[in-house]
């Protein structure tokens, strides 16, 4: 049947919770199988030891862009559904200043979210004082909402895609992720010959 | 590690998949999700509400005060964790208990580098942890929903989020060097 399934009414709330403990698994123990149980796995790309971190991400990235376009195609699913009710919204300045800040507590800290979870199903104590800390960080970003709640909606661009920006064909924006994935792979090669932090 | 010179591959490393086939795998799941839901992956929307939860067990009326909170708070609604991304992160750990206990790969410890001190590691994993937090607030999402699954829906705002993540991060990396090395 065509997807996305919950939103055209292929099962309902009860299921989609399943749903949920399901791919969440699937997730979790790959990424645990990718090496991302471990704060070393998931930082030594930012000193082009091992980069392992780029590798999977943006052939997961790629696998999953390219596979909605050929569900799509196969008339497997309705990319439009995507693109008109699912599609995450475009805040431009508030995700420019909270990457910037998600960057900083990565590298520092040595994890992300998901695998922070990972990391405490692997018995790493640091992943759990960094989980300890995104609390406190969420609390302190609650206690000063008013102080910058209207920032954070502010430079809404909606429900906006690359294809759009550039004004091509979404099969054309796919083609040149891939590329970028390719060459992004190829220089991931040479910044491990490069190593500049183990010399 | 893939290097030139003599340098062995740490046993930290050691034992997981391809990069590529993970990352494979890890796309056909993300894949899955949107084919079954019409979203993607996430997690620290659970971690947000888990943060929303310890708050109101201390402080109930602040928190339901709160205009932040009041999103997982706010009159009529369920309890923050009857939600999809929380049953998701759920299964996460799920998933990853079993993939550490069938690969018999459950070490208890810290990840630091060699001659970098546990109190190092532990602070700045904390301090990471709260600066991290606030920017997956602002952000609204991160590596897994913003950078994963914004990305492969290319969506403008999580490209522009997943530069600014590891444009940042390889800069700030020089400075926090001491606890990898």
């Known amino acids: ?199 | 590690m893939t290097k030139g010179n003599e340098m062995t591959e740490p046993d930290y490393a050691k034992g997981f998949w391809n990069p590529y086939l993970a990352g494979v795998a890890l796309g056909l799941v993300l894949l899955l999700t949107f084919y079954l839901m019409g979203t993607g992956l996430g997690a620290s929307g659970a971690i947000a509400r888990t943060s929303a939860v310890a708050a109101h067990i201390v402080a109930p009326e602040t928190v339901e005060k709160n205009a932040y909170y009041q999103e997982f708070y706010g009159k009529g609604k369920k309890h923050p964790f009857m939600n999809w991304m929380v049953f998701e992160v759920v299964g996460v750990f799920a998933g990853g208990v079993v993939a550490v206990l069938t690969a018999r790969r459950f070490r208890p410890g810290v990840g630091r580098g060699p001659t970098a001190g546990v109190g190092l590691r532990l602070t700045l994993a904390f301090a990471g942890g709260v600066i991290g937090g606030v920017g997956t607030r602002f952000a609204m999402g991160c590596t897994s929903g913003q950078a994963l699954s914004g990305g492969a829906t290319l969506a403008v705002g999580s490209w522009v989020f997943m530069m600014t993540v590891f444009a940042t991060a390889f800069i700030a990396a020089y400075f926090v060097r001491r606890q990898w090395s």
Not at chain 1, 60 to 74: D, E, N, P, Q, R
Not at chain 1, 90 to 118: D, E
Not at chain 1, 148 to 174: A, C, H, N
Not at chain 1, 181 to 196: D, N, Q, R, T, V
């Open chain 1, 1 to 199: 049947m065509t997807g996305p399934m919950y939103l055209l009414g292929g099962f309902g709330y009860t299921a989609s919770l399943v749903v949920a403990v399901i791919v969440g698994f699937l997730f979790g123990f790959v990424l645990e199988r990718a090496g991302f149980g471990d704060s070393r796995n998931l930082t030594n790309i930012f000193y082009f030891r091992d980069m392992r971190v780029l590798r999977v991400m943006f052939s997961a990235v790629v696998t999953a862009m390219v596979g909605l376009v050929l569900l799509s195609w196969a008339g497997l699913f309705d990319y439009s559904v995507l693109l008109d009710y699912t599609l995450l919204e475009t805040y431009l300045l508030p995700q420019i200043v909270g990457g910037v800040l998600f960057g900083l507590g990565f590298v520092i800290g040595g994890y992300c979210p998901g695998t922070a979870i990972v990391g405490v199903a692997s018995g790493k104590l640091d992943s759990i004082v960094f989980l300890v800390g995104m609390i406190a960080g969420i609390w302190v970003f609650a206690a000063g909402f008013p102080l910058w709640g209207s920032f954070y909606k502010s430079t809404d661009l909606g429900r906006l895609t690359l294809q759009q920006v550039f004004g091509i064909p979404l099969e054309l924006m796919v083609l040149i992720v891939v590329a970028m994935a390719l060459a992004a792979f190829f220089l991931a090669g040479l910044g491990e010959k490069w190593a500049p932090y183990d010399k």
